[in-house]
């Protein structure tokens, strides 16, 4: 044999050689044969039968126009790696009960309202701000943030119908609920413009910016369809 054909057969030997000594080196390493295979243990602060921030389902909702999607809480862009200032945090905690007054009122409309575009409109109003308050309250998860504002007044936040209005509008039926709806829907939504259009000039996180954006699109075209009824 050569002394050329002897060093070819020495590189060869040692590229064959090279796979099988990594794996023997991994599976060294991992103690077993099923290293590639084994899932990854939970993270040991993870409370058992409580799912993680990444594990709880959100519903996105889309822009203007577009259907909402369903994504893990992980996987919400701004997930607490973009920045964010004391304005973005007190939106998300200020606009999350704003919410939930507006689903309120309109889930009294499938029994009481007479007018079915009153019905279509507290349906948009269902379909589109409870998403919305589940995205809100994954922003604050993510950061490890709580929803609460201990000692604030929620009722004094512009839109908010009072107490005596609510009991109003839940004893209303037909035309008399029409009226009422639209009347506080519209003020309601105008206090929720005012909120999302005051932080798109002192907000620092884009995903709440497009989403400010995305509240005060929305709400102005359902003001402008309940001014259309009442003008009917």
């Known amino acids: 044999m050569t002394v050329r054909r002897a060093r ?3 590189a060869v030997t040692l590229a064959l050689a090279l796979p099988l000594v990594a794996v023997v080196f991994v ?10 295979t084994r899932p990854a243990a939970a993270p040991a602060s993870a409370t ?12 996105v909702p889309g822009r203007p126009g577009e259907p909402a999607a369903t994504r893990r809480a992980g996987e919400v862009r701004g997930a607490g790696s973009t920045p964010h200032n004391e304005m973005d945090v007190w939106f998300v905690r200020m606009m999350i009960p704003h919410h939930m007054q507006a689903l309120e009122m309109s889930r009294l409309a499938p029994d009481r309202a007479a007018d079915p575009t009153v019905r279509a409109i507290a349906d948009r109003i269902r379909a589109t701000q409870d998403p919305e308050i589940g ?3 994954a922003w604050l998860q993510n950061r490890g943030l709580s929803a609460d504002v201990a000692g604030h007044d929620h009722g004094s936040m512009r839109g908010m119908q009072t107490p005596e209005a609510m009991r109003q509008l839940a004893a209303a039926r037909g035309a008399e609920f029409d009226r009422l709806f639209v009347k506080m829907m519209t003020e309601h939504h105008e206090g929720a413009i005012e909120m999302a259009t ?14 400010a954006n995305s509240v005060a699109t929305e709400q102005t075209v359902e003001i402008d369809r309940m001014r259309e009824l009442l003008a009917g």
Do not use: H, K, W, Y
Request: aromatic share 2%; hydrophobic share 40%; proline share 7%.
């Open 8 to 10: 070819v057969l020495a």
């Open 27 to 36: 599976v060294a390493r991992d103690g077993s044969g099923s290293a590639s």
């Open 48 to 59: 058992p039968g409580s799912p993680g921030p990444s594990e709880v389902t959100v519903i």
């Open 198 to 211: 005051n932080l798109l000039t002192v907000g620092a996180d884009q995903q709440l910016n497009e989403f």
């Open 135 to 137: 995205l809100m309250r």
